[in-house]
């Protein structure tokens, strides 16, 4: 008969049981004498373990209790910090007239040119000019850069010399064109309207217009100038003005009247900061130029200073002069004479030099 050897792999698989639950029970004995002792709490309510892994099965309770329903939770404010001293609002330059000017008139060119300021700055001082006026504007249409101006002001604002902004008002070769072009002065053809100088003017009959303008009179002023001085204010005078459309506005007003209203809402917007003009010719010999559209009379009550250019037999070496006309409106046809009227000097090339 055959024999049967005797099967030892279940005896075998029985010792390794025993041996890994020996294992985990003195693993469990470990924890419990090193690990467990800082997690239990013991107290009056028991046993108390406090796993970082249980913590989120149990909640917290909130640091504070609630108040009860009846009562009354009270918050007291922070103590308020001190404000600040409001800084005093910067007041407006009052209107004032001086009695004489002595300026010098700076071409929008010569703004960039650093050394040539100083000199103009120290003749001016020199001389006794006390007036400096800046084109701001031009009537191209072209505005200074911001950077050469502030670089400009910088060298010029010196005490004893008042800062004057000089814009070009209704002369504009830039502006009216594209989504603007019908602001501009138009031909009965449709096109836009050119005088003798070959120059596009703005139509004030349009709101669009003047408060363009009154916006490029405040921006002089925001720019740190004493002063501004507005240059060609209403419509063209010379080159076929009979051929003139003014956009289809009824001219039931008048050019006057037109030009009035700019003038209403340029003297608002100012307020009690001076505010000059140049005249035309025409405007301070006859008191009104009707085609122009301008009052001397309406003008007297709207600007500080009011400038016109000098007759032919005033001769310089530099000209054209432009005085100050006396802004109440009175007879200006005489002889204006310098000495009490005070001037501005004025270059057309832009350069300036000693006597």
Avoid at 157 to 172: R, Y
Wanted: include cysteine; hydrophobic fraction near 40%; glycine fraction near 8%.
């Amino acid at each position: 008969m055959p024999r049967y050897k005797t099967y030892h792999g279940r005896k075998k698989l029985r010792w390794l049981k025993v041996s890994l639950l020996c294992l985990l029970a003195g693993g469990v004995v470990a924890l419990c004498a090193f690990v467990l002792p800082d997690y239990v709490t013991w107290s009056e309510d028991g046993l108390t373990i406090d796993l970082p892994f249980m913590s989120w099965m149990t909640r917290k309770a909130p640091s504070e209790p609630p108040p009860p329903q009846d009562s009354v939770v009270v918050e007291v404010p922070p103590p308020p910090s001190p404000s600040p001293e409001p800084s005093p609002s910067p007041s407006p330059t009052p209107r004032r007239t001086p009695g004489q000017v002595r300026a010098f008139f700076l071409p929008l060119t010569l703004l960039g040119d650093t050394g040539e300021l100083e000199t103009i700055r120290r003749r001016a001082l020199e001389d006794g000019v006390n007036m400096l006026a800046l084109e701001y504007k031009d009537a191209r249409g072209t505005v200074v850069n911001e950077a050469i101006l502030a670089a400009a002001l910088e060298i010029l604002s010196v005490p004893g010399l008042t800062l004057t902004a000089v814009v070009a008002a209704c002369v504009d070769n830039t502006v009216p064109f594209g989504p603007n072009a019908e602001w501009a002065v138009k031909h009965i053809s449709g096109v836009n309207f050119k005088d003798n100088f070959d120059r596009r003017w703005l139509n004030p009959y349009l709101p669009e217009v003047r408060a363009f303008i009154i916006g490029q009179v405040l921006a002089a002023y925001e720019a740190g100038f004493d002063r501004v001085m507005l240059t060609h204010v209403g419509f063209p005078y010379s080159g076929g003005v009979n051929q003139i459309d003014y956009n289809g506005e009824e001219l039931t007003v008048g050019p006057v009247n037109a030009v009035n209203i700019l003038l209403d809402g340029l003297r608002d917007a100012a307020s009690e900061r001076p505010l000059d003009v140049w005249l035309f010719e025409s405007t301070a010999n006859e008191g009104v130029f009707e085609t122009a559209g301008q009052d001397l009379a309406a003008f007297g009550e709207a600007f500080d200073l009011m400038f016109v250019t000098l007759p032919d037999d005033v001769t310089s070496i530099e000209r054209p002069f432009i005085p100050i006309i006396p802004n109440d409106g009175g007879d200006i046809t005489h002889k204006l004479e310098l000495a009490e009227q005070g001037f501005m000097l004025y270059n057309g090339l832009g350069k300036y030099y000693d006597s």
